[in-house]
């Protein structure tokens, strides 16, 4: 059976129907699929619906949010298309991309793919159980506060988050529009290195300096915090057993304080920043309280009480955070932190629904106001107190453009879970090499280190 | 007698005493530059005062804003030491960088070198009319909405407004932290080429591309603007003669739309994102606007009443304005305009005082809002109604980074006026080539064309 016929069956036998908002008509994906050609030919794209698919309404899981289909592939996925990939339909997601859960969803809360009681992480939570389960093989996600990262390491996937600008945010709606990236989740790291490296690049995107560097020296020097707060003790051993191994493997593990990542975390959405949001949807928000998700809505909504000179101080708070913070790891060639603290079930969430949800960014939410750019991969498991076994993770840091430095410590570090994908999802893509190369930076002054 | 004993003279002689804040002892400025090495060494700078010298108040103008001399000198005002030039003192500015006329300053309106009853421009007032006469070589300014520029037209200098983020802001008070730029003023190309390559680059600098342009094509493609709006007669006809000269010497002059433009040089004080400068003093000024410029104190109080939504939500219409208008020139080289749409009298300007600075911005506020850099130069002069002779000049806008491309055509349509300069005043260094280079930038990958 042909790869698309498998989805379709695989969409079938699922039984997931919150994953998907929207599924493209049978024939138009068989056609599509039939002439792809490419590096992602034979792969079938998942799209967060608050990222533009021709002909699909742009809802950002608000239904009444979009006024009819959208003209035009996003940029982000244009490139994918060009590439080879075939669209297989549009993602649900938290409303607005406000959450890290997956659960704020008039659509329902997307369900963990392997421990269906647990929240599938989000927002970008359809894009990731897509994958998972094999129904796509590659998905777009949208990551302003670890929407890139905490479903990977929930759904036991690979998430890349490139540095800001360098994946063109055309046709994606805002969360934060200062802080914003398109990410790529796969079920391994060359997929999701050869997707970004497609998707990455071309009119509006961020230059690449003249020395970027591709590859990580052979001994890294990797920064980890000090201290893990807000973790059980089977979690905390779970990432140590993680830098050991690393350690093991050739690299020197430097602990710096952490304070400073945390602060910068809580301005987001504890801050003025979060004016961010409003500024994206808030005037619809304001006008159509009633259609959006409550705590969604109740966020945005407050958000626009923020002043523009208070939005103005924190940005010049959060540039001295982050000049401090680089200052601790200096010399560091990434820092590797647990992509997040645990993994909540659904139950726990509802019993506090922003508080959990706060949690679990705890390790994600200042990467992107930092201007890092991230690797999120799966690294081992742990046996919750109920018996199941969640997958856990890190994320592997970089500076702005460091993405391929970022690549390459994950990679050392990975650890791929079983696969729950089911039958015809596509295998494994062979390595393209360095993605930066593909997505627009030079070859010639670029620093291949070890 | 020593350039130094030259420059206290012609302080003496110049009866200028609101151009300078603060003046340095004389030993010291004898000593130090006694011991000055390298390619500025002879050269006397002046400082704006909005920007840290080690043992001078930065009060920006505003007496009781500043607690005491600042501790260390600013980042610029570093570099440009350790390339050999010496302090003179600290100069006058339009209170908080608020303002392009110069007049807006307790310790009174700086008048014009050459018509002492015209306005100086500003805000970077002191430092230019400092070096118009003199008294400096080089001068300090900062640039948000044409403070580098329009003060270089009035006094017949060379501006060089580098790409943001090129030359480090730090030690700087922000006036608006998202589009301030530090600027060099020189009475000749070369000297001002030779000190922003000192200034520029360093820590926290903003990275050079691996594609940066050292040199404009042999034919530059040049955009000008279709109509010149807001400009009497015989300085639309100044301009005109400008661009010919320019054509005749081999360069194609393409007329494009302006209100993109426009429009976006209104968002800057008419819009929102005026929120940036009550984020940048705003507590200081609420809490003395007896202490503060009514202008000025009236504009910051106000601008602490924007949303951060709508801020956010007009940043988000620059960036739209910014893309639909560098699409107007895309193709081009570099976009020249008028530096200022005519140069206003005190009078003139202390009857409408904020209308006649806004008039002033026309052709300067759009730059920085869309990441522009720029080189304004002297172009010839205007015979004013009065009878008295205006100096006039273009500024040549290149997009981020083209700054020595931008250079390339200033140089090409620059044509400076007899100096007012006092006796004693530097002679113009040699060309130090594109000074990018000294300032960072790859020489591998640079393309020079023509």
């Keep these: ?76 996925v244009a490139r994918l298309r060009a590439a080879g990939a075939t669209v297989l339909g549009s993602t649900n997601l938290d409303q607005f991309a406000t959450g890290l859960v997956g659960q704020r969803s008039p659509h329902g809360g997307v369900r963990d793919a392997r421990r269906p009681s647990y929240v599938s992480g989000g927002s970008s939570s359809g894009s990731a159980v897509s994958v998972a389960l094999g129904l796509a093989d590659v998905a777009i996600g949208t990551d302003t506060a670890g929407s890139g990262r905490v479903p990977a390491m929930f759904q036991g996937l690979v998430g890349i988050k490139p540095t800001l600008g360098v994946a063109a945010v055309e046709g994606v709606l805002p969360a934060c529009r200062s802080w914003d990236a398109v990410t790529i989740f796969a079920r391994d790291l060359d997929t999701a290195a050869t997707a970004m490296g497609a998707m990455a690049g071309g009119p509006g995107t961020r230059a690449w300096p003249s020395d970027v560097r591709l590859a990580a020296p052979t001994r890294p020097r990797v920064a980890v915090p000090e201290t893990l707060v807000r973790m059980e003790p089977a979690w905390v051993a779970a990432f140590d057993d993680a830098i050991a191994r690393l350690e093991a493997g050739g690299a020197d593990v430097v ?64 540039e001295e955070l982050r000049a401090r913070a680089m200052g601790l790891v200096e010399g560091c060639d990434v820092l590797v932190v647990p992509t997040a603290p645990g ?87 062979p390595d393209p090499g360095p993605w930066p190369l593909l997505a627009g930076a030079e070859a010639t002054r670029l620093l291949v280190v070890g």
């Design 343 to 429: 993994h909540p079930t659904q139950a726990a969430l509802a019993a506090a629904p922003v508080a959990v949800n706060s949690w679990v960014g705890t390790y994600t939410n200042f990467a992107n106001l930092f201007d890092l750019c991230g690797v999120a991969v799966p690294t081992g498991t742990v046996v919750e107190e109920d018996g199941s076994v969640a997958q856990t993770g890190v994320t592997v840091l970089g500076r702005a453009f460091e993405d391929a430095v970022a690549l390459d410590v994950a990679r050392r570090m990975a650890v791929l879970p079983p696969s729950v994908a089911l039958p015809g999802a596509a295998p494994a893509l």
């Design 255 to 318: 602990k710096v304080p952490f304070q400073d990542f945390l602060d910068a975390a809580l301005l987001l959405y504890d801050g003025a920043l979060v004016a961010e949001r409003h500024g994206a949807v808030g005037d619809f928000v304001d006008a159509h309280l009633d259609d959006c998700d409550p705590t969604v809505g109740g966020i945005v909504s407050r958000a626009g009480e923020v002043s523009g000179s208070a939005y103005v101080r924190d940005t010049a708070r959060l």
């Design 1 to 76: 059976m042909s790869r698309v016929g498998d989805a379709f069956a695989a969409l079938e036998v699922a039984q997931r129907p919150e994953v998907f908002l929207f599924v493209r008509d049978r024939e138009v994906v068989e056609a599509e699929a039939a002439s792809a050609q490419g590096p992602l030919a034979g792969l079938l794209l998942a799209v967060k619906n608050n990222v533009d698919v021709a002909g699909t309404p742009t809802t950002a899981a608000c239904p009444t949010f979009a006024d009819g289909p959208a003209d035009a592939d996003a940029q982000a």
